[in-house]
Nanobody
Framework: QVQVMESGGGLVQAGGSLRLSCSAS????????MAWYRQAPGKQRELVAA??????????QIADFAKGRFTISRDSTKNTADLQMNSLKPEDTAVYYC???????????WGQGTQVTVSS
């Protein structure tokens, strides 16, 4: 069974930075896609950023609210994906989840999430 682990959340002041890390194990290398989502209280889960496609490349998707502030990177040889978040805002406060898809038409496997809190 695929295992997905996140780390790196915490409390930071507005304008600060955090780096989230995700690793997937017990699955093929490389997986088809790795992505970060977030869910704030009372809101739906939304995509933050994703890298789709294995090997050394892959297409990157990033949400409009994250453009210019967040960067996703991936090591496809290790099935890890990091989310570097800069210039954080209080509205970025949420639980951040890593999602891993092994094959193109497969289902996502989710991590348990890591809390990010940005104070004003």
């Amino acid at each position: 069974q695929v295992q997905v682990m996140e780390s790196g959340g915490g409390l930071v002041q507005a304008g600060g930075s955090l780096r989230l890390s995700c690793s997937a194990s017990r699955t093929r290398i490389p997986v088809y896609a790795m992505a970060w989502y977030r869910q704030a209280p009372g809101k739906q889960r939304e995509l933050v950023a994703a890298i789709i496609g294995g090997g050394g490349g892959g297409a990157t998707q990033i949400a409009d609210f994250a453009k210019g502030r967040f960067t996703i990177s991936r090591d496809s040889t290790k099935n890890t994906a990091d989310l570097q978040m800069n210039s954080l805002k209080p509205e970025d406060t949420a639980v951040y989840y890593c999602a891993v898809r092994g094959v193109r038409n497969g289902d996502n496997t989710w991590g348990q999430g890591t809390q990010v809190t940005v104070s004003s």
